[in-house]
């Protein structure tokens, strides 16, 4: 018998503002042209003046328990992956803790920027693989628009403010890759290459600081690195290419999930996209996109999903799992 992941209940939620690439004409020189076949994007949502990540994140969790049928209490831990956490600290997971009312167990965040929920899926997953949990919230969320310079046209127009969380159960499984649940992980950084995606401020030089970023330099490693990771999780997990139902990518960029997808020998009816609608929501981008690809009619029970990401550190990593 070997114990299994299983996600039991998910959610998202988006704050109700939504910015069309043309908002950008009136300040930026820039086009909704440019925005779309550079990128994909072509709107995104932004939290209102007061709105917090930790209240996007509520907001996804309540909706994750509504599905899976639980209450809060229900719960024994919340690994929030956040880089806009509401203050220095306490973590956001614990405001969401005290939001949802959930009085046991314990909540961290985990920050690994864009990888950030690839990251906790897997912080989560060693948890319950470990015993120390049977049932965990792991929650992405982002507001991303409190880190942009907004007179920067090569980076404002790319990320957008979200939220998705999952429920993940310890349950029983054969061990082999029919079990529901996840299959496999892999995690990567390179810390060389800090600067090429970073925010140049932080609690330690007391300021918030912008989000700065060599557009072209990090594509460049993200086709390479995501089709590899991917490559490698999906070894780990004994699944072929052709036993791949979706792959759910990071969204931050539609050249490169198709640049990705291309390299995994997957066609783009395989490949959840939702970077037009929510642009890079950062570690919010992944379970966004598996909430609302399971809402489309996408993905269904006993799918095998791949999920990857890259964001600054460089940091990236995948996840193979069966729904
Ligand atoms: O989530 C973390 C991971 N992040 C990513 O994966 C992002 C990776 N990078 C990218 O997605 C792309 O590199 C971008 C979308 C950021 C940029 O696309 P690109 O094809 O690499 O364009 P570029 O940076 O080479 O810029 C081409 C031109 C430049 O002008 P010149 O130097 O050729 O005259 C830019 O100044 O486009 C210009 N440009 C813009 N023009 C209109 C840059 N931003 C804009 C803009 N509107 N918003």
Known sequence: MTTRSVVIGLGHYL????VPNSEFEATLDTSDEWIKSRSGIERRHFAAEGETTSNLATNAARKALADAGLGPNDLDAIVLATSTADLTFPSAATMVQSALGMTRGFAFDVQAVCAGFIYALSTANALLLAGQAKRIMVIGAETFSRIMDWNDRSTCVLFGDGAGAVILEAQDGTGDKSDRGILSVDLNSDGQHRDILYVDGGISTQTTGFLRMQGKEVFRHAVEKLAKTATTAMDKADIASDEVDWIVPHQANIRIIQGTAKKLGLSMDHVVVTVQDHGNTSAASI????????????????DVVVTEAIGGGLAWGAVVLRW
């Open 15 to 18: 704050p109700e503002r939504v």
């Open 287 to 302: 379970p966004l996109a598996l909430s609302v690809g399971v809402e489309r009619g996408q993905i269904k029970r006993g």
